[in-house]
C-alpha cells in the first residue's frame, strides 16, 4: 500500500505543478518571465507553460495607458514670483522589459522628473507668460519627458497643467485688474451704445425730414398738375364758349342770308354793331350819313313801341 500511496502523492504534486506552471496572460497586459535570474522572455496575450522550479514571474505589466495626477509642486518664475502647480500625465508602457528593469519606481521617477522639468520651463517664464502659456508648457513638457522614460520603457502621451496656485497677494492684486477691466469694458460698451443710438435718433430724424421734403414736392407737384389741369379745362371751356359764339354767328349771318333782308335791315345791323362796338366806353360815335335816317327811323319804331305798351 505505501508504494502506491507515494505514487498517487507524486502524480497529485506533479499535476499541481504542471497546473502552476501553466499561466493565461489576459488582453492589455504582458508578462516579464526570468529563467534562473535572467531575463527569458515577454508573454503577450494567451496561455504559456513555464519551466518548474528553474523560470519565474518577474513582473506583470498592464499596457493600457495610465494616468497620475502629482500633487502641486512649487516653482519659481522667471520674475521672481513662487507658486504652486500640480500635473496630470498620461502614459503608456510600451517595453516590458525596459519597463521591469529600466527603473527601479517608475511612478517616483516620473513624477520627479515632471517637477524638475517644469521648475526649469517655468523658469524661463515671466508670471503673465505662464498664466497664458498653458499649451506651450504642456508641449515642451511631454517632449521633454517622452525623452527621458524612452530608455524605460514608458511613453508620455499628454501632460496636462491642472491648476496653476499664484500667490494670495497676487491672486488680490488680479482680481482688482480683472474688476478694473471688466468696469473699463462696462463703461466702453455703454458709450458705444449711447453713441449707436445718438446715431440712430438722428439717422431717424434725417430719414424723417427726407420724407417730408419728398412728401412737400409730391404734393406741390400734385397742386401743380391739378392748377394745370384746371387751366387746361378753362381754355377748352373758352375754346369751346368762342366756338360756340362763332357758330351762332355763323348761323345768324347764315340765316340773315337765307332771308335776303333789304337795305334797311342791314343798315339797322351795322347800326347795331356800331353800338356794340361803342360798349358804353365810347363819347363820340360818328354814323355815316347812310346810317343816320335808318337810325331815326329805328327810333321813332321804337317810341311807338313804347306808348302802345
Not at 502614459?91 to 524638475?116: H, S
Amino acid at each position: 500500500m505505501e508504494p502506491m500511496v507515494i505514487t498517487v502523492v507524486l502524480i497529485v504534486i506533479a499535476l499541481l505543478i504542471t497546473v502552476s506552471c501553466i499561466k493565461i496572460v489576459p488582453q492589455a497586459h504582458a508578462v516579464v518571465v526570468e529563467r534562473l535570474g535572467g531575463y527569458l522572455a515577454t508573454w503577450g496575450v494567451g496561455i504559456h507553460v513555464k519551466a518548474p522550479f528553474i523560470d519565474r514571474i518577474a513582473k506583470r505589466v498592464l499596457l493600457k495607458e495610465q494616468v497620475v495626477d502629482f500633487p502641486p509642486q512649487p516653482v519659481i518664475t522667471k520674475d521672481n514670483v513662487t507658486m504652486q502647480i500640480d500635473t496630470v500625465v498620461y502614459f503608456q508602457i510600451t517595453d516590458p522589459k525596459l519597463f521591469a528593469y529600466g527603473v527601479e519606481n517608475p511612478i517616483m521617477a516620473i513624477e520627479n522628473l515632471t517637477a524638475t522639468t517644469l521648475r526649469n520651463i517655468i523658469g524661463d517664464l515671466e508670471l503673465d507668460e505662464t498664466l497664458t502659456s498653458r499649451e506651450t508648457i504642456n508641449t515642451k513638457m511631454r517632449a521633454s519627458l517622452d525623452v527621458a522614460t524612452d530608455p524605460w520603457g514608458i511613453k508620455v502621451n499628454r501632460v496636462e497643467l491642472k491648476n496653476i496656485i499664484p500667490p494670495q497677494a497676487i491672486q488680490d492684486a488680479m482680481e482688482k485688474q480683472m474688476k478694473a477691466e471688466r468696469e473699463r469694458r462696462e463703461a466702453i460698451l455703454k458709450a458705444e451704445g449711447e453713441k449707436k443710438s445718438t446715431i440712430l435718433v438722428a439717422e431717424g430724424k434725417k430719414e424723417s425730414a427726407i420724407l417730408d421734403a419728398e412728401a412737400e414736392k409730391q404734393a406741390a407737384i400734385l397742386r401743380a398738375e391739378a392748377h394745370k389741369e384746371a387751366m387746361i379745362r378753362e381754355a377748352e371751356g373758352q375754346a369751346e364758349a368762342i366756338l360756340k359764339v362763332q357758330q351762332a354767328n355763323a348761323d345768324g349771318l347764315r340765316f340773315l342770308k337765307e332771308a335776303a333782308p333789304d337795305t334797311a335791315v342791314l343798315q339797322l345791323k351795322s347800326l347795331e354793331a356800331f353800338a356794340k362796338a361803342a360798349d358804353g366806353k365810347a363819347t363820340k360815335i360818328i354814323i355815316p350819313s347812310e346810317i343816320q335816317g335808318v337810325a331815326g327811323l329805328a327810333k321813332s319804331i321804337v317810341e311807338v313801341g313804347a306808348e302802345k305798351n
